[in-house]
């Protein structure tokens, strides 16, 4: 059973097939329908279609003009992309341990890392589950203005923080369309932010022009436009956003789907000792793109590893997210990491897992993955 395949249906083939028949594919009518789109279903100020998540992460730091001799503080529990764009402007990445229960960025030994040069504080909403906003966002605000608050939400469509969705806020957040996330269009992104950073970064996310292309030669345009700073080719096609369109029609369905299969795993695993299962606050919704069960190696004979060989041999995958960035050499070396430099994200890494978790699942797949799961416990219980 693969670990999360895609959902695409008949509707986002002929909108693709659409498109290719137009005579317009790169970023178009589709791609401004798409982000009006975006922006409406999560109350959102704006949003400006990317080529990724991590270009859309990228030029939100580049928008906030943060750079050499600039600090942005931000988790070890994430895919390396959070990090890698800190390194991309120049700045230096300060992590900081997570919390116990959501893995997310701890808002204490965020305020502990702060320092004058800190200019943003980048949070994950690690499996989906939206960190602690109102802490954090407190934390930069005492700075005035210049630290802000960048949400990577990969993980985080769609979720809510006190009522509020995830993209809603006004802080720059980025989402990611790649293939295995919550909304796929292959390889896509979308930066939700107030409407004056979003226009400061639409200039970056594409040459630094002042005006795109699609706009210039539209009828009524210009030939005329002004490079006013070195920006990045980071523009969504209208091919991507032609699957964006409607995946985001079916996004509601989706999320039911992955809630009742959410449901299936934790009554199922509710009195197994040897699991411990993902938390869930009150003043949150989550958006399940993870579900992410740690194993209590004391209740099991085998590490972490062995179970998850021991799920491929029963046809299951899995996956592991994350390998902490401290563990990765260039992070390791440059920084002069130790395992233990982040006892909480690397302790939690040795017994992770996460299960298979996609809307595409039946429910006798789900079946098979708890029978799996707990013949492998019950053959290697202590
Ligand atoms: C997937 C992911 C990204 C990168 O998304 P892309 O769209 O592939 O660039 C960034 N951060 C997290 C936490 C992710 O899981």
């Known amino acids: 059973m693969p670990f999360a395949p895609p959902l695409i249906g008949e509707e986002e083939i002929a909108e693709v097939v659409d498109t290719l028949r137009s005579s317009w594919i790169t970023t178009g009518p589709k791609t401004r329908q798409f982000e009006t789109d975006f922006a409406a279903y999560l109350q959102a100020p704006g949003a400006l279609a990317v080529s990724s998540c991590t270009a859309a992460l990228h030029t939100a730091l580049v928008s906030a003009r943060v750079g050499p001799g600039d600090e942005v503080i931000t988790t070890p529990m994430t895919f390396a992309a959070s990090v890698n764009v800190i390194e991309h402007v120049g700045a230096r990445p300060v992590l900081v341990d997570v919390e116990p229960d959501t893995l997310n960025l701890d808002p204490k ?97 594409l040459h630094g022009m002042s005006r795109d292309a699609w706009k210039r030669y539209a009828q009524g345009g210009s030939w005329y436009y002004e ?50 299962l993902p938390v869930t606050r009150p003043e949150v919704e989550h958006a399940w793109h993870l579900y992410v069960v740690r194993l209590r190696l004391d ?21 592991v997210h994350f390998i902490p960035i401290h563990l ?40 098979d993955v708890i029978e799996a799961v707990r013949d492998v416990v019950r053959s290697f219980r202590t």
């Open 227 to 276: 490079v006013l700073l070195p920006g990045f080719k980071y523009n969504m096609t209208d091919i991507q956003a032609a699957l964006g369109l409607w995946q985001l029609r079916k996004l509601a369905r989706f999320q039911q789907r992955r809630a009742e299969i959410v449901d299936q795993y934790n009554r199922a695993f509710a009195d197994e000792p040897a699991l411990e």
């Open 109 to 205: 030994n965020v305020a502990a890392a702060m320092t004058p040069r800190t200019r943003a504080i980048l949070a994950v909403h690690y499996a989906g589950h939206p960190a602690e906003l109102d802490a954090l966002s407190a934390i930069a605000a005492a700075r005035g203005g210049d630290c802000i608050l960048v949400e990577d939400a990969a993980h985080a469509l769609p979720a809510r923080y006190r009522g509020r969705p995830i993209g809603s806020g006004g802080n720059p957040t980025a989402f990611s369309f790649y293939a295995t996330k919550n909304l796929t269009t292959a390889e896509g992104g979308m930066l939700t932010a107030a409407p004056e950073f979003l226009a400061q970064a639409r200039i970056v996310g």
């Open 328 to 367: 990765h050499p260039y992070y390791r070396d440059r920084y002069g990491f130790s395992p233990a430099s982040f006892p909480v994200a690397y302790a939690n890494y040795e017994r992770m897992l996460s299960l298979p978790l996609a809307p595409r699942l039946s429910d006798a797949d789900v079946g």
């Open 299 to 319: 209740a099991l004979s085998i590490d972490r590893n062995r179970f998850i060989h021991e799920l491929a041999a029963r046809n299951i995958g899995t996956s």
